[in-house]
């Protein structure tokens, strides 16, 4: 059974927050990735939607999640599943930091298949399907 240390753990930076890859198949697992979020205060991730479903538990902070025309509001201890193809976006004002899991690969995409003008350059662009480096 692979040991994946923390010096070994892999950390992408978007301009909302820091994901660090703690399990995914470049690591050593064969289906499944888990990745911890740490989200910038006033800070919110581009719409967008993935092809698998992912859990999320919040450790400390909130969070408002805008999920198929719903806005769910999250307290550090609460647990939402995001089901794939869901156009969702994720705010905070206060930051936090996450837990994530999910299947690997999953792919993300702009749910209508344009560029949002937010986007960061690690976004997928017009109707392409990215694999995010924190989940491969």
Known sequence: ??????????RTETPNAVMTTLGSPTQGTTTLAMW???MRPHAQGPLHAMDAEQIWTLLTGSATVALAGETLTLSAGDTLVLPADAAR?????EGFTAVVASTSP????NPDARTPEDA?????RDAQRLLPPWIG
């Open 1 to 10: 059974m692979p040991v994946i240390h923390r010096s070994e753990a892999r």
């Open 36 to 38: 911890q979020v740490e």
């Open 89 to 93: 976006r994720i705010a905070t004002t």
């Open 106 to 109: 999953s792919h993300a995409y």
């Open 120 to 124: 960061c350059t690690l976004a997928p």
